[in-house]
Nanobody, 122 residues
């Protein structure tokens, strides 16, 4: 059973920073591609934007303005967001894609999703 639990969202002022956490089940953490996506207000699930992806070979894709780190001891993937802007407002999701997977995959490629954590920037 794959479990993904996001946390760390909240309301922040523009210019601030946040670190979001995705606690994954151990098997998913070690065997799947893990990604962070953002769904902007009014957008559909299929339009979730890929922000960062980490694969099992520890290679990663990261969109400008974001950072990604792994805590292997706790099966947790982090997303750092700096210089937050109002347009960063949205629901942030962690997702897992069974191997074989690609750093360039889109939301539709991912098999499992967390419940999301809301980020509001004002």
């Amino acid at each position: 059973h794959v479990q993904l639990v996001e946390s760390g969202g909240g309301s922040v002022q523009a210019g601030g920073s946040l670190r979001l956490s995705c606690a994954a089940s151990a098997h998913a953490y070690s065997s799947y591609c893990l990604g962070w996506f953002r769904q902007a207000p009014g957008r559909e699930r299929e339009e979730r934007e890929r922000l960062a992806v980490s694969n099992t070979a520890q290679r990663s894709f990261v969109k400008g303005g974001f950072g990604i780190t792994r805590d292997n001891a706790n099966s947790t993937l982090y997303l750092q967001i700096v210089s937050l802007k109002p347009e960063d407002t949205g629901m942030y999701y962690c997702a897992a894609w069974r191997a074989p997977c690609s750093l360039s995959g889109v939301a539709a490629d991912y098999n499992y999703w967390g419940q999301g954590t809301q980020v509001t920037v004002s």
